[in-house]
T-cell receptor, first 117, second 112 residues
Framework: GAVVSQHPSRVICKSGTSVKIECRSL??????MFWYRQFPKKSLMLMAT?????????EQGVEKDKFLINHASLTLSTLTVTSAHPEDSSFYIC?????????????FGSGTRLTVV | KQEVTQIPAALSVPEGENLVLNCSFT??????LQWFRQDPGKGLTSLLL?????REQTSGRLNASLDKSSGRSTLYIAASQPGDSATYLC???????????FGTGTSLTVIP
């Protein structure tokens, strides 16, 4: 089945630094990938939709200059948290949609736990 | 805007019991509905995907139903096991399939 690989799984960084998270579709091409954020004991909230070769679409309230998204190829999207602060500490998950087959389902990465100290 | 609600928020059952998790959504114009499992600190594992034209899907001890007109889905787990303990999330995609809305999740604990 479709596999999405996300790295790193866990990262601790100092306040003010930037962190890059990678999301790769391993066995399928994904023209669109999605980035979610999950706060403790909360559900996933869509942050942005990453489109290959074009600008990402951000959800209301998400700072595009804070969360830089690059989707340079059909198998890779990156999320960079710039000038991270403790309030950016969260669980970030990417997903991609595998088209066709039995159902157009979404496949998710294993998530990245970001801790800003 | 689509809103997805899951009831109960938490559930604790003894091993072997059958159980039902509920999911409701406000806009019936969906593309599909998907049930996921999330273990603590981990990503999401897809369990079942139901297309908008389907009524149910089954995989092993899991059965998911969809009543689009009433905006409801249920996940039935038969003969629960301690390994089933996790948070279960349902999510619906918009009619275009490009927007995905998650429920609040049900935290399941199966007691040995």
């Amino acid at each position: 089945g479709a596999v999405v690989s996300q790295h790193p799984s866990r990262v601790i960084c100092k306040s003010g630094t930037s962190v890059k998270i990678e999301c790769r579709s391993l066995d399928f091409q994904a023209t669109t990938m999605f980035w979610y954020r999950q706060f403790p004991k909360k559900s996933l909230m869509l942050m942005a939709t990453s489109n290959e070769g074009s600008k990402a679409t951000y959800e209301q309230g998400v700072e595009k200059d804070k969360f830089l998204i690059n989707h340079a190829s059909l198998t890779l999207s990156t999320l960079t948290v710039t000038s991270a602060h403790p309030e950016d500490s969260s669980f970030y998950i990417c997903s991609a949609r595998a088209m066709g087959g039995q159902g157009d389902g979404y496949t998710f990465g294993s998530g990245t736990r970001l801790t800003v100290v | 805007k689509q809103e997805v609600t899951q009831i109960p928020a938490a559930l604790s059952v003894p091993e072997g019991e059958n159980l039902v998790l509920n999911c409701s959504f406000t806009d019936s114009a969906i593309y599909n509905l998907q049930w996921f499992r999330q273990d603590p600190g981990k990503g999401l594992t897809s369990l079942l995907l139901i297309q908008s034209s389907q009524r149910e899907q089954t995989s092993g001890r899991l059965n998911a139903s969809l009543d689009k007109s009433s905006g409801r889905s249920t996940l039935y787990i038969a003969a629960s096991q301690p390994g089933d303990s996790a948070t279960y999330l349902c999510a619906v995609s918009s009619r275009t399939g490009n927007q995905f809305y998650f429920g609040t999740g049900t935290s399941l604990t199966v007691i040995p």
